[in-house]
């Protein structure tokens, strides 16, 4: 597990409080590709590969957002999103599911389980922007990642 935050050019650090995200997946790459789009949106952000640490850490840090694997080993994301939802630190925030499966029964049990949303793998960066911005509402000002690319 690591706590990056991410490097911004002083006008944006000027925008004071980003949201800090929780990203958990246990495969680098996809850890990596999620880092790097919440560093272009401007995010602070925490990575971890192990689940079994996620409510640990959710309690401590307590952040705006949790991006969740599904199929984890040990805990699924299923499990850790239970537990979650039924701790009173974490009940309120919000948890996207991030993963393969994507059937419709999937989606269906994947939010009746307790997740706020869902996207699944492979996916655009829009989409991973659109998600987010819906999580966290109009409470930030995210940095539109193609304006970034654009810059």
Not at 23 to 50: K, N, P, W
Not at 100 to 117: M, P, Q, V, Y
Request: glycine share 4%; net charge negative.
């Amino acid at each position: 597990m690591y706590l990056a935050h991410s490097f911004m050019s002083d006008e944006k650090k000027q925008n004071s409080h980003q949201p800090l995200i929780l990203a958990v997946e246990d495969h680098d790459d996809s850890l990596l590709l999620i880092s790097y789009a919440l560093e272009s949106m401007g995010y602070r952000f925490i990575c971890q590969t192990d689940c079994s640490a996620t409510l640990l850490v959710a309690k401590e840090y307590q952040p705006d957002l949790i991006l969740l694997d599904i199929l984890l080993p040990g805990l699924s994301g299923m499990d850790v999103v239970r537990h979650l939802k039924q701790e009173p630190l974490t009940c309120t925030i919000p948890v996207v599911a991030v993963t393969a499966l994507a059937s419709t029964e999937d989606r269906e049990r994947i939010l009746k389980a307790g997740f706020n949303d869902y996207i699944s793998k492979p996916y655009m960066l829009e989409e991973l922007e659109a998600i987010i911005r819906r999580e966290l509402g109009r409470k930030f000002t995210p940095y539109p990642a193609l304006k970034l690319c654009q810059d």
